[in-house]
């Protein structure tokens, strides 16, 4: 029998190089969109739409969606809120829909949603309820980390490997980039925190004061809720 | 004193999101395309030209220059011969000119030189000759790593991650990928061989009975050759 595949996509950059009719992706942005999507979905946010540009969001600004927009790291001006996980808690975003727009993330999602067979949204705190998920389907699985304005980081590559580690050699097949997230992984996961902190995401999150947001994103299996993607907008699945 | 800069990019298609009009750029493609470059250019090569197309390598069919293309592993049909090193000895390349295409590496050196302060080639047979030169210049570093057909892979990220350990923190600043590069190298250096052989690119060139050339691409330090991009061609610093 042939393994499924499983492959990391280490920037959305690289997508294209990639076949993934038949695969379910993966869109890990962990520091913080993919993070706080999932703790919003889990906290009863009806849905949240991710959009590419922030004026797509001011397309919803006669809705009553909940409008969130980051930019390097900053809510933008004007705008509810942007990607903080603690702007997700259950009594700001329960039964509300949300249109969001990242830095990286979202855009991943939009890239991602073009062919994919299907899109789904990972992070440290839904880790092991992404891979019980992706266990038992018979689908190929692209892991697509969001990087940094299109280049590698290390927290999505990290995260990767985490999943890729908890699927095993036995039943996938590896690209080159899921042994090497693996073994970052496998070298990090005892110290996660530490580990990132050398990240420039991590240290550019620090000089915004935002080490609780970081520490809160490391958190693992906080909820079993998977975000997917159903048309535009992402959904409890 | 702001400390020089030591980036990896981990594929050729990251390239543009690299500022490098003050950078040396260290092109990398391990098997085997820079391993044989610096071997043939050790054993007396006059020059090396990197095309990009095989079409551009026939141009020179009416020259006394030797012919060298490659594509998927194998030697392109009516030419001299590839990219394997043993066709890079003395008593075949002394004082000649060859003019060489392969799948990923002459793509990734005609790219770099667009824009670079400095394009040179390594490879782990002038490792640590590389190291010496870039600790003596005042320039930032970018390791270009080939890759395979524009996606990551593990040979080309580790021979970066054996600069970057040689560079040091105390000296330059990294990126993340020059983190995870170095990371991946300490991981894998004491067994080089092994770890490689779950590349892809290791796995396809076993099919091609080709070990012998990938055994040879890890000899460490076999000469202080340098070869650099001076015009279009590749010559002995």
Redesign the interface.
Same mark, same amino acid.
């Given at each position: 029998m042939n393994k499924r595949k499983i492959e990391v996509c280490? @920037?959305p950059? %690289?997508l294209p %190089?990639y076949d993934i009719e038949n695969s379910i992706v993966v869109v890990i942005d962990i520091f913080r969109a993919t993070s706080s999507i999932c703790y919003g979905i889990a906290n009863g946010a009806e849905a949240i739409i991710p959009v590419a540009k922030v004026e797509d969001c001011l397309n919803y600004q006669q809705t009553d969606c909940l409008l969130a927009a980051e930019r390097d790291g900053k809510v933008v001006e004007g705008f509810d809120f942007g990607n903080s996980p603690f702007a997700y808690t259950e009594d700001k975003v329960k039964g509300k829909t949300i249109v969001l727009t990242t830095t990286n993330g979202t855009y991943a999602i939009s890239e991602s949603r073009k062919t994919a067979y299907q899109v789904i949204v990972g992070s440290f705190l839904n880790l092991d309820a992404i891979c019980n998920y992706l266990q038992k389907q018979d689908k190929d699985v692209l892991l697509l980390c969001a990087g940094? $304005? /299109? $280049?590698? /980081? %290390?927290e999505d @590559?990290l995260f990767a490997g985490a999943v890729v580690t908890q699927m095993g050699l036995d039943n996938f097949e590896? =690209? =080159? !980039?899921a042994? &090497?997230a693996e =073994?970052?992984y496998l070298?990090a996961k005892d110290d996660l925190s530490g580990y990132t902190s $050398? &990240? !420039?995401?991590g240290k550019r999150m620090q000089k915004l004061n935002l080490e609780k947001d970081i520490a809160f994103c490391l958190n693992h299996n906080l909820t079993n809720v998977i975000p997917v993607l159903v048309g535009d907008k992402l959904v409890k699945m």
């Open positions: 280490l @920037t950059v %690289l %190089l940094w $304005k /299109n $280049k590698f /980081n %290390l @590559t590896y =690209d =080159d !980039s042994y &090497a =073994d970052l070298q $050398k &990240a !420039s995401h």
